[in-house]
């Protein structure tokens, strides 16, 4: 069983040592830090959405902005789409689970916001419509995916593709890039180091 962990351990290493050299993805974060920022100063807000797996990080990375990361510091209007669960499953039973994310977004989205979605695959279905909604709504768009992007590429302003296929290796990755995205808007919007 050791074999077995140090295996897993290797593979995970292995997609952020990928990360860590590949300058698409290092100048990508660059830029969707500077627009978190701006989001921030312009009186926008950050909103995330995932499903399952990625929906918890989802809720984690925006938990990050809206309490704390590093330092003690004013909260941050950021927030996971699917915490209401009265609304989550009367949208999702009334009308379709595809338009959960989509119908919020069109009540309380507005230009300048930013959408996170989290997919690994970057085909689910409900996150592609929250995108294309915050699309016409003027709203920047950071997908976190895994190899390919799936359907999201094409919708993201920023892709955050994760170079592997293994689920549990693209959500590892993702909350790698979520903390340092959190981090260097907290000590960019605050003036702060950690």
């Known amino acids: ?21 590949d300058e698409t993805i290092l100048n990508t974060l660059s830029q969707c830090v500077t627009d978190i920022v701006n989001a921030f100063k312009n009186g926008n807000k950050v909103l995330f959405c995932g499903n399952g797996g990625s929906a918890a990080d989802a809720q984690h990375l925006a938990a990050e902005f809206s309490g704390r990361f590093y330092t003690d510091r004013d909260a941050l209007p950021a927030e996971a789409l699917h915490v209401n669960t009265s609304y989550l499953t009367a949208v ?16 309380i989205g507005k230009k300048g916001d930013v959408l996170v979605g989290l997919s690994t695959s970057g085909n689910s279905g409900n996150i592609v419509k929250a995108f294309e909604t915050a699309k016409e709504k003027g709203m920047i768009t950071i997908g976190f995916t895994g190899a390919t992007g799936g359907k999201m590429k094409a919708l993201s302003d920023y892709l955050l593709n994760v170079p592997s296929t293994d689920t549990p290796r693209i959500q590892e990755s993702h909350i790698l890039l ?6 260097l808007v907290e000590e960019q919007y605050f003036n702060t180091v950690a």
């Open 1 to 21: 069983m050791s074999d077995q962990i140090k295996k897993i351990i290797k593979e995970s290493i292995d997609v952020k040592s990928q990360l860590l050299n």
């Open 92 to 107: 999702a039973n009334d009308y379709s689970y595809d338009v959960v994310y989509s119908r919020i977004i069109k009540g």
């Open 178 to 183: 979520g903390h340092i995205i959190c981090q």
